[in-house]
Nanobody, 116 residues
Framework: QVQLAESGGGLVQPGGSLRLSCAVS????????MGWYRQAPGKQRELVAT???????DYADSVKGRFTISRENAKNMVYLQLNSLSPEDTAVYYC??????????WGQGTQVTVSS
């Protein structure tokens, strides 16, 4: 069974930075897309960033220039660097692995709170 585990969340002041990590365990065969999503209280889950197996990235407009997604395939790790954080970034951040339209794996989420 494929499992994803996020870590690195916490409390940070506005303007600060955090680095989130996603560890993937289990064997994965074939082409897959990795991504980060976030969900704030009372709001829908939204896409933050994606990265292909080849390293191509896409970002939500709200985080462009501030967040960076990366991956180390040999280590089965995916990262999200969060810079210039604001209270609007407060949410639970989830790691996602997409194998197909009907096959997705999710981590348990890690809380990011931006507050002074």
């Amino acid at each position: 069974q494929v499992q994803l585990a996020e870590s690195g969340g916490g409390l940070v002041q506005p303007g600060g930075s955090l680095r989130l990590s996603c560890a993937v365990s289990g064997s994965i065969f074939g082409i897959y897309l990795m991504g980060w999503y976030r969900q704030a209280p009372g709001k829908q889950r939204e896409l933050v960033a994606t990265i292909t197996s080849g390293g191509t990235t896409d970002y939500a407009d709200s985080v462009k220039g501030r967040f960076t997604i990366s991956r180390e395939n040999a280590k089965n790790m995916v990262y999200l660097q969060l810079n210039s954080l604001s209270p609007e970034d407060t949410a639970v951040y989830y790691c996602n692995l997409k194998i197909s339209r009907s096959t997705n794996y999710w981590g348990q989420g890690t809380q990011v709170t931006v507050s002074s």
